[in-house]
């Protein structure tokens, strides 16, 4: 099984995790590791390495955070440049965090990231477009049928 941590800022990662816990249940080799006021971004680096061996059971490990380019994320990015079998998704939302417990056996890390990149787009709507579609009347047959 693929061995996920999510991160990001303040309590991105803890929230995430209730959510997920309340979808799909209590997860195996999946850590949620918050970036707080408190820590440096050396401390975030050193937990999430610790996460990532925590969960990685030699299939490889998935960091999910919150924003491309912030801490969470280039402290991954740092992870993922010196140790094999790892991989990244910046800008994650909670869709892409939840199908990650469903879809991480049987597949490779980068098939993974392809599947949840395809879900976590498709996931995003403009609610207002999506309301006007389904209020549309139906056209009317011309043939009067």
């Known amino acids: ?27 195996e080799q999946m850590e949620f590791v918050d970036f707080v006021e408190s820590m440096s971004t050396d401390e975030l680096e050193q937990a ?12 490889g490990v998935l960091f999910l955070t919150d924003i491309p380019g912030g801490s969470p994320a280039n402290r991954a990015l740092t992870i993922l440049m010196d140790t094999e079998n790892v991989e ?3 800008g994650a939302n909670l869709p892409m965090v939840a199908n990650a417990a469903f879809e991480r056996d049987d597949t490779t890390v980068k098939e993974l ?33």
């Not at 999430?48 to 299939?59: I, M, N, P, Y």
């Open 88 to 90: 990244l998704i910046g």
């Open 48 to 59: 999430l390495r610790a996460a990532a061996k925590r969960v990685d059971s030699g299939e």
């Open 113 to 145: 990231v392809t599947t949840l990149l395809e879900i976590g787009s498709s996931c995003m709507q403009d609610m207002r477009l999506q309301l006007e579609l389904f209020m549309e009347p139906e056209p009317e047959c011309e043939d009067g049928l």
């Open 1 to 27: 099984m693929i061995g996920i941590v999510v991160s990001g800022h303040i309590n991105f990662a803890t929230g995430v995790e209730s959510a997920v816990k309340a979808i799909a249940g209590e997860q």
